[in-house]
């Protein structure tokens, strides 16, 4: 990787399954340009498979086509794919051991820190913020020493948002818990952590918070057009966002190619709530290339 002005790609929520491909189309005009830009780093943040904690075979094929991806990747998990924390429970998919040891399985650790020009890159898993499994514990003490050198500004990456408006608004399926989401962002105020950036909404946005950038990724998969979230109101189409960390401060730009569909589920989610419900939408057989040989995630994920 170059360690001068590396290009670094967050895209978030891909939602693949070679079952359920509704949403197969954007992602490969996504790889089609990454082949084209040649990105130094693709990080994930969460919500890769379409029902990764109930499908298992959903997490196998989004392994096989983010091995598709040039350079380095680092994966992060969503809700999509182990569950949720029970504070936050909507679709009744709790995170547990074994829905976790599946991820780990496939993509490595479930979270990671990466030291990248002059910056350091550190990855949560935020299903764990109040899961209440051991491997909560150990994260949090992961983060306290990736925190703790100082030496470097700090950007965080993880799937959900802290928060929507405010750091003490009550936990709901859209944000961290509180419970943990204070005692994080008390960690973050130790830190010089400058960049926060999270997926899970279907929404871009950039706002500020005591002095740290917050960005919400967009989707790749779907749009969710419904009323206002509380705050400042983002744009949501589907794109990905290419952070530049060259400078003290963190920059980045929202792409929308001129080939993604912005597919709005919102009539079929009015009635069903979520779509992991969505029918069964296979892959053409001539469009179901084999898998990449190997996995290229093994040796970059920390």
Partial sequence: MSLATPVIVQVSDIHLSRSHAWFIDNWRVFLD??????????????????????????????????????GEVLVLPGNHDIGEPAACLRLDQPVDEQRLARWRALFGPDWWCRDVAGWRLVGLDSELLGSGLAAEDEQWGFLETALADGSSPVALFLHRPLFLAAPDEPTTPSNVPLAPRLRLLGLLEQGDVRLVASGHLHEYRSTRHEGAAIVWAPGTSFVNPG?????????????????????????????????????????????TGTTIKLPPRPLARQDDRPAAAGLRLAGTLR
């Fill in 33 to 70: 340009e990454m082949d084209e830009l040649q990105p130094d780093l693709v990080i994930l943040t969460g919500d890769v498979s379409f029902n990764g904690p109930d499908a298992p075979e959903d997490l196998a094929f989004a392994a096989e086509e983010i091995a598709r991806l040039p």
């Fill in 227 to 271: 009323k206002a979230r509380p705050g400042r109101r983002g744009i949501r189409r589907s794109g990905y966002l290419i952070h530049d960390l060259s400078g003290r401060r963190p920059r980045h730009r929202f792409v929308q190619p001129g080939l993604f569909a912005n597919i709005d589920l919102s009539n079929f989610t009015a009635r």
